[in-house]
């Protein structure tokens, strides 16, 4: 009798998280044409002498490209580090932090790279290992989108609820929709006083 509840509780806890690896597998090798450089070469000389460059020497090629201001190659080199090693939360964190200041340098914000870096700090605040690691993938969503997955929400609930459609119908601000409300109230009001 002891024997068939170990395994009845055994089961309990496997079959979750076996439904869950099956949902989150679309998203989280979601990795698209974002962060590819359509001139040439991505890696340095070290990483040249090196042979074969793994996931972590492209992680490190990226953090000192992102240091040093060049955003294009820290996002190649930290594209193809997160395709080699996908499940690397120190990876992710890098790439969406590489990501997002592209994102903030643009005018206007492009509604599909701002979906794909939601995406990306969902993974962080939802795999990864660290509490801190987490804090900071769900800082940035809050940031964001203005709202967190709540405790029990899917990935694909959450997704869709913060998500915006990519054909530029709707405009990008930080912070989500009270933060649209917010902007396009300030817009209005600007657009009565220059009519005035």
């Known amino acids: 009798m002891r024997r068939v509840i170990q395994l009845v ?3 309990m806890f496997l079959l979750p998280a076996a439904a869950i690896a ?16 359509r001139n040439g070469i991505i890696r340095n000389d070290q990483i040249l002498e090196m042979g074969v460059p793994t996931a972590s020497a492209l992680q ?13 190659r820290a996002l190649v080199a930290l ?26 340098g643009q005018k206007p914000h492009d509604p599909k790279l701002y979906n794909f870096i939601i995406k990306q700090w ?6 990864a290992e660290f509490a801190d690691q987490a804090m900071m993938g769900r800082a ?7 709202t967190c997955p709540k405790l029990f929400e899917k990935p ?7 998500l915006l459609p990519e054909d530029g119908s709707h405009k990008v601000v ?18 009565a006083a220059t009519l005035r």
């Not at 490190?60 to 294009?72: F, I, K, Q, V």
């Not at 694909?156 to 913060?162: C, D, G, M, S």
Request: negative net charge; aromatic residues 4%; hydrophobic residues 40%.
């Open 156 to 162: 694909h609930k959450f997704l869709a609820r913060v």
């Open 174 to 191: 930080m912070g989500g929709p009270k933060a649209r409300q917010l902007a396009e109230k300030q817009k209005d009001k600007d657009e």
């Open 9 to 11: 509780l055994a089961a």
């Open 122 to 127: 969902l993974y962080v605040a939802t795999k």
């Open 22 to 37: 099956e949902d989150d597998a679309d998203w989280i090798m979601d990795t698209n044409d974002i962060g590819k450089d």
């Open 60 to 72: 490190m090629e990226g953090e000192s490209s992102l240091r040093l201001g060049n955003l294009d």
């Open 140 to 146: 940035h969503l809050a940031t964001m989108t203005g």
């Open 79 to 104: 594209q193809r580090a997160t395709e080699l090693a996908p499940m690397d939360t120190d990876k992710r964190v890098l790439y969406a932090e590489c990501l997002e200041k592209k994102l903030m």
